[in-house]
């Protein structure tokens, strides 16, 4: 049953991309904004996204969540519509999407090959963007990334990221890869805000212990790397800005297990600030705050080899 399911999913995704590949780009962008408006007053995770907004700004009140909601749907409709045309679109086309790059000079930080770094991100703005803007203008990035359920629709994604110049490691190639690419002076892509289950460690993010992965922390203090943070900001309907922060840098010499959790734990500070900047841009509809604390609280951060 799982598998017809799974066809059915990937079947109705190219129905989609076809039908919308046959508009113009703001027409198609306009129907996932209707889209992400029904799926809104539909309810779908409606309940997810209240819960997690409450956690995340507990002062708000009803009628400000509400607002933040709608709008964060609203975004993820434009989003999904934006990323199924992205491989259809020529360099010069993206380029118009992109409004400029603030912060620290990303080419002076990887350009040249001059050194490798863990560029580290979240679900907030359209982040596939990001990573096909940089890496059709020269950046060798590889995503760092478990698979989706759906084989079918993980194929899919791998070939659309591939068209648009990046490259996937799954975490099931293990560590050696993406170590490998790092020592060749190239940037490891993390997108490292998703619960991760017994396998994290409890690091607050809103003021409440989320399961957070140590993946991004582990190859920044393996292959001796900094953690550049780097997220993508819409700023119209159509436009969007990608914010470059201060790099979070490994210290010589300080014990992994402790190193492990002050990187991991800056770089969710890092985010957090983001979305307390752009909360509407922020992906509420994972359940970030899904493992209980007490599965966690007897654990230690991973030692590595």
Aim: glycine letters at 8%; proline letters at 6%.
């Amino acid at each position: 049953m799982q598998r017809f399911e799974y066809a059915l999913e990937y079947a109705l995704l190219l129905f989609i991309r076809k039908a919308l590949g046959l508009l113009p780009w703001r027409v198609a962008v306009a129907l996932g904004v209707a889209a992400g408006e029904v799926a809104y007053r539909l309810g779908i995770r409606r309940r997810v996204v209240f819960g997690n907004l409450a956690l995340a700004f507990p002062d708000w009140s009803r009628k400000e969540r509400r607002r933040v909601a709608r709008r964060t749907y609203l975004n993820a409709g434009r989003m999904f519509v934006e990323c199924l045309l992205l491989p259809t679109l020529s360099a010069e086309q993206m380029d118009k999407l992109v409004e400029g790059v603030d912060g620290l000079g990303f080419a002076e930080i990887v350009g040249a090959g001059r050194k490798a770094l863990v560029a580290l991100t979240g679900h907030m703005g359209n982040w596939e963007l990001m990573g096909a803007y940089f890496a059709r203008h020269g950046y060798r990035f590889k995503v760092f990334a478990k698979p989706l359920h759906n084989p079918h629709v993980e194929a899919a994604l791998l070939e659309a990221r591939r068209r648009c110049g990046l490259d996937v490691i799954h975490a099931s190639e293990g560590l050696k890869p993406a170590l490998h690419h790092l020592r060749e002076g190239a940037a490891l892509v993390f997108l490292a805000d998703q619960d991760a289950r017994q396998a994290g460690i409890a690091v607050p993010f809103f003021g409440v212990p989320a399961s957070t992965a140590l993946g991004p922390a582990v190859f920044s203090v393996l292959a001796k790397v900094p953690i550049l943070p780097i997220f993508a900001i819409r700023v119209s309907p159509t436009r969007h800005r990608f914010v470059v922060l201060p790099a979070i840098e490994p210290i010589a010499g300080e014990k992994r297990e402790a190193a492990l959790e002050r990187l991991t734990r800056a770089h969710v500070e890092v985010l957090e600030h983001m979305v307390r900047r752009h909360p509407e841009e922020y992906f509420w509809f994972h359940r970030r705050w899904k493992t209980p604390v007490r599965k966690l609280k007897s654990r230690r951060p991973t030692r590595v080899a």
